[in-house]
């Protein structure tokens, strides 16, 4: 299991279950009610390298060649679509 936090500025943090943040992770950081139980193979590696996962949550997909609009996520079902399988 793990737990995913928010910050007001979009980036999402991914640490296992009971664990807190790690120290160089400054900021407010909202922890979400529901816990996760499976997450991709990039994040689960990136916790057992580091112990923890960080992004910006529009940084996942590059924009298409050509145009210069933003990806948007919503921040209260962001997290669900893109860490469970």
């Avoid at 928010?6 to 790690?22: A, E, T």
């Avoid at 909202?30 to 916790?47: G, M, Q």
Wanted: net charge positive; aromatic share 8%.
């Amino acid at each position: 299991m793990f737990d995913v936090y928010l910050n007001r500025r979009g980036d999402l943090l991914v640490v296992p279950n009971g664990l807190p943040i790690p120290n160089k992770e400054t900021g407010r950081w909202r922890k979400k009610k529901r816990k996760v139980a499976a997450v991709s193979d990039e994040i689960r590696l990136a916790i057992q390298r580091w112990g923890y996962y960080r992004r910006k949550l529009g940084e996942r997909f590059p924009p298409t060649t050509g145009s210069q609009h933003e990806v948007k996520c919503d921040l209260e079902t962001a997290p669900a679509a893109l860490l469970l399988r």
